[in-house]
Structure formats: structure tokens, C-alpha cells
Nanobody, 119 residues
Framework: QVRLVESGGGLVQAGGSLRLSCTAS????????MGWFRQAPGKEREFVAR????????YYTESVKGRFTISRDNAKNTVYLQMNSLKPEDTAVYYC????????????WGQGTQVTVSS
């Protein structure tokens, strides 16, 4: 089983930036596509972005295209989410997971990292 630890969240004003990190334990990290998800209060968890194991392919949900960038460092078992031009509607707890398409592979999630964007 893979253990996922997210970090980098915080409180930021609209238009600001944050960089999230997710470090995974386990030797299977580099063989999986990885993705970021988020869950806003009162809403279901939603897919945000994914990156292939080789970083050759990325995909973003429409609402974050052009503002968020996903990247990974397989040597560090870490996936990143650079978030620019943040909006209040980006406020959520952000999680990472291995993915198949836009679906999480592992049932076990990390604790997530809170992102709060003030207007």
C-alpha cells in the first residue's frame, strides 16, 4: 500500500499562488500516473489534474486550465501542483492519489492540505 502525504496549503488572497507537494511512500510511485483532487465544503471530491508516470502527458479539469501546473519528481517520489491566479472557488482540501484516467487508484487517502483563497 502507498502512503500519501500532502503539504503546502495555506491562506492566500485571490490572485495569489501556492505550490502543493505530495510525497508517496512505496516503490510503485514511478510506475503510476498521479493526480490531484480537491474537496470543497459540502461537495464531493473532484478530479483536478493528472500527470503520466514519465511526465510526458498532463491533463487538467477545465476550471483550472492555464492556472495550475502539475509536475513530478520520480527520484523524490513527489508530485507537485503549482497553483497561480487563485480564485475563492479554488478553496478546498487538496489530495493526491495514483490515478487511472480521472479516477483514484487507491482507497486510502492522505490527510490532504487545506487551501483557502480569500476574496
Amino acid at each position: 500500500q502507498v502512503r500519501l502525504v500532502e503539504s503546502g496549503g495555506g491562506l492566500v488572497q485571490a490572485g495569489g499562488s501556492l505550490r502543493l507537494s505530495c510525497t508517496a511512500s512505496g516503490r510503485t510511485f514511478s510506475s503510476h500516473s498521479m493526480g490531484w483532487f480537491r474537496q470543497a465544503p459540502g461537495k464531493e471530491r473532484e478530479f483536478v489534474a493528472r500527470i503520466s508516470w514519465s511526465s510526458s502527458s498532463t491533463y487538467y479539469t477545465e476550471s483550472v486550465k492555464g492556472r495550475f501546473t502539475i509536475s513530478r519528481d520520480n527520484a523524490k517520489n513527489t508530485v507537485y501542483l503549482q497553483m497561480n491566479s487563485l480564485k475563492p472557488e479554488d478553496t478546498a482540501v487538496y489530495y493526491c492519489n495514483a490515478v487511472q484516467g480521472s479516477f483514484a487508484m487507491f482507497n486510502s487517502w492522505g490527510q490532504g492540505t487545506q487551501v483557502t483563497v480569500s476574496s
